[in-house]
């Protein structure tokens, strides 16, 4: 049994594919409608399952093609985000057979593919699978500097296996230790989900995160980007959270917030407490914006806004957060900043042993915010389109 699959992000084809065949049917996947037809005269698939937001030529074109014009009975299934009711209804017209709903379980997709067109003999039973198809694809990096101690690589491999939609680019920043031999043995065998990005020197973390928004950025297939620290004091399910807000809203950053409050499990050491005070009094009157923490190391962009935060360089290695609303405010204006703006208290926030940044660290800031204001005192933002380009490093 053959089954064509199409959708224009590979990170949901994937697990799909490799689900499928597990089950036993043949399976070609395609992210380009023009491809997919073409596959689809040659391959003459028992089942055809399509996204709905193809560019160029959408999946009711796909659709249409082959109740119309090839005038064929193949059984079609949308797989799609896409929830409106006219949109399902226009599908359902057009003759599909049925419309699943994203998210969901490849469970739940394997099953209905059984209904419609059965299921190959196996001699050996197929466990179930947890994967859940997103309905969105994400590109998340993740600064590395002499991680080997710290980085929880099986909390990380552990939800990608789990959700589809999310790819990691561990940026190496020129870490003494072990960790670019860790990042390698973590990207074995998932090199369609984490790339590793090694800068020979290290940089600091303001360059590695800006080198390797750069890098996913060219990347077509992923809806938004964001960076996330290694230790995951805050944690892959809080980043999620910052995902679906920013995937069901007109905002353009959704930043995460360490706010203590009821229900929350925040902790900071006491010396930093204070610290962070006076830093984030400081930078609200910087940014004239009430700010209740621009320093949470959680941040979800659209792509639309890539180029205007990270395109040039920062004048800082630590404080960079502070540049990126201070560019994206002079590139919008303050009044439609503060709207596409948004500030997302998190559930759980644990500082790790072992950060990078000291306490003497944490008070040179206050003299770096002085820099931050001083460059950044009457500039207008002009950002021309651009193809991203990694200036430094090398790419696994």
Known sequence: ??????????????????????????????????????HYNSFNPDLVIVDINMPVVSGLDVVKYIRNTKKSQTPIMILSSDTKDETITEGFELGINDYMKKP????????????????????????????????????????????????????????????????????NDGSKDQTLKILKELQKGREDFITVYHCKENG??????????????????????????????????????????????????????????????????SARMIISLTINFIIRKILSMDFKDTQCGAKIFHKD????????????????????????????????????LCEQPLK????ADGSKLSIKDSLKIVCKLAQIAWVYRSKKVSVKSFTPRVEVGKVF
């Open 104 to 171: 969901l379980s490849l469970n739940e997709i394997s099953a209905r593919v059984k209904r419609l067109i059965g299921a190959p003999e196996l001699e050996n039973t197929i466990s179930n699978s947890d994967v859940i198809i997103q309905e969105r694809c994400v590109g998340v990096v993740i600064p590395c500097y002499n991680e080997e101690e710290r980085l929880l690589s099986k909390e990380f491999t552990d939800y990608i296996n789990k959700n589809s939609g999310y790819h990691l680019c561990f940026v």
């Open 305 to 340: 806004v890539i180029n205007i935060a990270f395109k040039k360089k920062f004048v800082t290695k630590w404080i960079f957060d502070v540049e990126i609303f201070k560019r994206v405010t002079q590139y919008y204006g303050l009044k439609k900043t503060k709207k596409i």
């Open 204 to 269: 600091g973390k303001a360059e590695a995160v800006r080198l390797g928004m750069l890098h996913m950025a060219a990347k077509e297939d992923l809806d938004y980007l964001g960076f996330l620290d290694a230790d995951l004091s805050t944690d892959l399910a809080d980043f999620d959270d910052l995902v679906k807000t920013i995937a069901h809203s007109e905002f353009k950053i959704v930043s995460g917030s360490r706010i203590s409050r009821m229900g929350a499990n925040i902790t900071k050491e």
């Open 348 to 351: 759980r926030w644990i500082h």
């Open 1 to 38: 049994m053959k089954i064509l699959a199409i959708d224009d992000q590979q990170l949901v084809l994937f697990p799909l594919q490799k689900r499928l065949e597990e089950l036993g049917y043949e399976v070609i996947i395609e992210t380009d409608s023009f491809k997919a037809i073409g």
